[in-house]
DNA sequence: TGTTGTGATTTGCCCACATCTACGT
DNA sequence: CAACGTAGATGTGGGCAAATCACAA
């Protein structure tokens, strides 16, 4: 969505886009703060490599909806950065749009785009080369290859469970910065407020066990009744798999947002994004192991004041093989999404589809009621030889 | 362009009670 | 250790109210 109104915006924006105050021909891509310059990606490759004071200045990618001023926060929904105002704008136009997770952008030391391509900037003047510099300059925030809209999707998704409640703030909030929304964030502390995060995660994975255990006695003593499917070998194989990946993603973001807390300081709320969303809520969750995982435990509202001013941020920077882990487990898990609600005990809804109601209420069943259910199940046992409700 | 009103759609809650689980005896 | 009893938790579906969305004036 913002990607299609900052193509617009950007597309209508560019004739006033800022341009390289160095050469003056290029559109700007970065902003020095050491020099207070805007610059084009060729001239920023060519000014901070000449020497290793150079390479140390901090650098800002410049805002991708004004291109006028230097970024702030990275929407990671958006894969954009963005200047303090457009970001506010921006994320501030509809409730959609205020659940994007952004994260302050840290400034930029070193060379961006490596030997290669400082050399390539240096033989290349062109726009072409312009165009590949800033293929290198996206390429240093990470492994671009996975495809960025699924990881980003897969990030948020992965590290947050959305509130299906925040009708009553969001009509004051707008998301991040302009309010305080301290529930919607719990789930997040849930990850800083943990001292030990190997805890974290070995809490979870007892948590998934004890749920493997239950599904597997509930399929033993009940596999008559219960409609939920059985894991074939290879499924359980899949899923311990996914565990394993699971395990080194928690671990990852553990560290990540125990880093974050130190480096960043947030005033406002986080809101969610994306993609649980309350479809996914309403679904009983299905027996894959990584589904089970995914849902925190909420934290209790009084715990909050402990981390207010603390900040919560996305990872930022994963190893490619962690960030690749990410995206496998989600479009794995994407894959087996299921939105349609899942019987686990089919007695259960026969009795519910056959006991009275009232307005859609179950209501207190009559005597007269009773006594024709018991004649019937007693029919029932006397013809069948036991009273199992039929499953379905 | 922004505001207001209206109708359509979506979401979450409520209810009773059989069933399930985790205990203790 | 097995069998039994008990208390508390869980899950089930239809209707309704509230929230949300879409659109027009």
């Known amino acids: 969505m913002l990607k299609e109104d900052q193509s ?3 597309a209508a924006n560019n004739n006033c886009a800022r341009v390289c105050d160095t050469c003056r021909a290029a559109a700007c891509t970065v902003f020095c703060r050491a020099d207070s310059a805007y610059l ?5 490759a060519t000014i901070h490599a000449v020497n290793c004071v150079a390479s140390h200045h901090e650098r800002v990618r410049v805002c991708e909806a004004c291109e006028r001023a230097p970024a702030a926060f990275l929407c990671k929904a958006d894969s954009a950065s963005l200047c303090t105002a457009c970001d506010a704008d921006i994320h501030s136009a509809n409730p959609l749009a205020r659940r994007h997770q952004r994260v302050p952008i840290l400034p930029i030391s ?3 785009y490596g030997p290669q391509a400082i050399e390539h900037g240096r033989m290349k003047l062109g726009r072409s080369a312009t165009a ?7 390429n240093q925030e990470g492994d671009e290859t996975i495809d960025e809209e699924d990881e ?8 947050l469970n959305p509130v299906k409640n925040n009708n009553n703030n969001n009509t004051k909030n707008n998301g ?3 309010g305080v ?3 919607e964030y719990l789930d997040l502390v849930e990850y800083n407020s943990c001292a030990d995060q190997n805890n974290q995660f070995t809490d979870h994975h007892q948590q998934e066990q004890q749920q493997e255990q239950h599904y597997g006695v509930a399929h033993k003593n009940y596999g008559g009744d219960s409609v939920v499917p059985v894991h074939q070998y290879g499924e359980v194989a899949k899923a311990h798999q996914m565990q394993q990946l699971q395990k080194q993603s928690f671990h990852q973001l553990g560290l990540e947002y125990e880093s974050s807390k130190a480096a960043y300081s947030y005033n406002g709320s986080l809101s969610h994004s994306v993609s649980v969303s309350s479809m996914d809520v309403g679904v009983v969750p299905n027996s894959t192991m990584s589904d089970i995982s995914i849902s925190h435990p909420r934290t209790p509202t009084g715990t909050v004041d402990l981390f207010s001013g603390s900040s919560i941020q996305m990872p930022t920077q994963l190893s490619p093989m962690d960030r690749e882990a990410r995206v496998l487990r989600y479009r794995e898990k994407k894959k087996t999404r299921k939105f349609e609600k899942t019987i686990r005990y089919a007695s259960r809804k026969a009795y519910a589809e056959t006991r009275p109601r009232i307005k859609g209420r179950f209501a207190k069943r009559t005597e007269m009621e009773v006594e024709v259910d018991q004649m019937f199940s007693t029919t029932l046992m006397a013809e069948n030889g036991y009273g199992i409700v039929p499953s379905f």
């Open 40 to 44: 084009c990606s060729g001239c920023d």
């Open 176 to 178: 991040l910065f302009f």
């Open 8 to 10: 617009n915006g950007t």
């Open 132 to 138: 590949e510099m800033e293929d290198g300059f996206m």
């Open 152 to 159: 980003d999707e897969a990030a948020s998704w992965l590290l």
């Open 110 to 112: 070193g060379s961006l």
């Open 181 to 183: 929304d301290v529930d």
